[in-house]
T-cell receptor
Framework: DGGITQSPKYLFRKEGQNVTLSCEQNLNHDAMYWYRQDPGQGLRLIYYSQIVNDFQKGDIAEGYSVSREKKESFPLTVTSAQKNPTAFYLC?????????????FGDGTRLSIL | SQQGEEDPQALSIQEGENATMNCSYKTSINNLQWYRQNSGRGLVHLILIRSNEREKHSGRLRVTLDTSKKSSSLLITASRAADTASYFCATSNGQNFVFGPGTRLSVLP
């Protein structure tokens, strides 16, 4: 089945540690996105990528980094510079960028501080 | 900000009743999308309505858009317990979407 796979489902970070969240899609989508969701709030865009080897900052990119070396993969690194990383992280993809395309989401990674 | 704001924040209804959720936004848009999120899961796309459309149907879902009032509504008819979820509107006037905080719908059996 085609879809988006995020791993791990739960992740714990120690102080000063970088952690990487995985996102893989087999939908052959060009565009991929990372969002952060805090309790009772909507999604906020961290980074997005329209094509391999290219990505742009979203609204809350500080303390995060991404790479897009393969079409299928868009990993997110939460660096030690992100002082409040506890949140639910969602990865999404769409056929292309542009607002007429629905986004397909993975089932998220819940990140907590140890 | 063009962020959509859903109203109400939370809604509880009995199975079989209709559920109506509203979304208001601030700037002009190209289209508006509604998504559903079950607890602890990702979002699922429900329906997209373009700025030149006024109403759209999909199964038990009916979405309206009033660009003069900058608002949209999502109606779920004959609700079921399985409809219990959070519902988000997402607006865009260009490339990316802005999601509202959502409406938490509880359908009681």
């Amino acid at each position: 089945d085609g879809g988006i796979t995020q791993s791990p489902k739960y992740l714990f970070r120690k102080e000063g540690q970088n952690v990487t969240l995985s996102c893989e899609q087999n939908l052959n989508h060009d565009a991929m996105y990372w969002y952060r969701q805090d309790p009772g709030q909507g999604l906020r865009l961290i980074y997005y990528s329209q094509i391999v080897n290219d990505f742009q900052k979203g609204d809350i990119a500080e303390g995060y980094s991404v790479s897009r070396e393969k079409k299928e993969s868009f990993p997110l690194t939460v660096t030690s510079a992100q002082k409040n990383p506890t949140a639910f992280y969602l990865c999404a993809s769409s056929i292309g960028t542009g607002s007429n395309q629905p986004q397909h989401f993975g089932d998220g990674t819940r990140l907590s501080i140890l | 900000s063009q962020q959509g704001e859903e109203d109400p924040q939370a809604l509880s209804i009995q199975e079989g009743e209709n559920a109506t959720m509203n979304c208001s936004y601030k700037t002009s848009i190209n289209n508006l999308q509604w998504y559903r999120q079950n607890s602890g899961r990702g979002l699922v796309h429900l329906i997209l309505i373009r700025s030149n459309e006024r109403e759209k149907h999909s199964g038990r879902l009916r979405v309206t858009l009033d660009t003069s009032k900058k608002s949209s509504s999502l109606l779920i008819t004959a609700s079921r317990a399985a409809d219990t979820a959070s519902y988000f509107c997402a607006t865009s006037n260009g490339q990316n979407f802005v999601f509202g905080p959502g409406t938490r719908l509880s359908v009681l059996p």
